[in-house]
Antibody
Framework: QVSLKESGPVLVKPTETLTLTCTVS??????????VSWIRQPPGKALEWLAY???????SYNVSLKTRLNISKDSSASRVVLTMANVDPVDTGTYFC???????????WGQGTLVAVSS | QSVLTQPPSVSGAPGQTVTISCTAS?????????INWYQHFPGSAPKLLIY???NRPSAVPDRFSGSKSGTSASLAITGLQADDEADYYC????????????FGGGTKLTVL
């Protein structure tokens, strides 16, 4: 069955680059119309979409974070990697990855990984 | 300010019906593929409840239903149960500009 799992550091220092990995199973990142999206949730706040990438290579980013984000995929290992540059304490939160289809539907989600930004 | 506006909270007693609204700031938001709804228990993975305004995945009970009229969508929960207490988010795909995913601000449902 479809499964996604996030991994990454628990603690990152301000100004550093955060690297998060989403490992997927049950579907292929090479299959047509398949994509993975990243979403985050700061403590006590709402879900915020960050980026997505489709098997075609099409990418899209949250406009307000676009200059700091990069999403890429490693199809042979079924992984999607998100990097966020120059992190700040406001970037603290739980980061989720989810499967996305071309109509923007997020049908399967990972459990999330909690990241704290602090010196 | 979110392009999808939800009430911060709603409440209802067990057995009652509650409705959560989601209003888009523009006609284009959700016009192509509709509004999707997710249920989120803190500390766990969000779960897809409704897609394309009113379609329900097979595993979701029919107590949950969705609708949309113009720029406003709604999620209705009938026969409210204690374990429905969670956060609910609407979401859409803005296809005007490189396909941006947008979420509402979330609604906390309290079962009294």
């Amino acid at each position: 069955q479809v499964s996604l799992k996030e991994s990454g550091p628990v603690l990152v220092k301000p100004t550093e680059t955060l690297t998060l990995t989403c490992t997927v199973s049950g579907f292929s990142l090479n299959s047509p119309r398949m994509g993975v999206s990243w979403i985050r949730q700061p403590p006590g706040k709402a879900l915020e979409w960050l980026a997505y990438m489709f098997s075609s290579g099409e990418k899209s980013y949250n406009v307000s974070l676009k200059t700091r984000l990069n999403i890429s995929k490693d199809s042979s290992a079924s992984r999607v990697v998100l990097t966020m540059a120059n992190v700040d304490p406001v970037d603290t939160g739980t980061y989720f990855c989810a499967r996305i289809d071309p109509e923007g539907l997020l049908d399967f989600w990972g459990q999330g990984t909690l990241v704290a930004v602090s010196s | 300010q979110s392009v999808l506006t939800q009430p911060p909270s709603v409440s209802g007693a067990p057995g009652q019906t509650v409705t959560i609204s989601c209003t888009a700031s523009s006609y284009y938001i959700g016009a192509d593929y509709g509004i999707n709804w997710y249920q989120h228990f803190p500390g766990s993975a969000p779960k897809l409840l409704i897609y394309g305004n009113s379609n329900r995945p097979s595993a979701v009970p029919d107590r949950f239903s969705g609708s949309k009229s113009g720029t406003s969508a709604s999620l209705a929960i009938t026969g409210l149960q204690a374990d429905d207490e969670a956060d609910y988010y609407c979401q859409a795909f803005d296809t005007r500009l490189s396909g941006l995913v947008v979420f509402g601000g979330g609604t906390k449902l309290t079962v009294l």
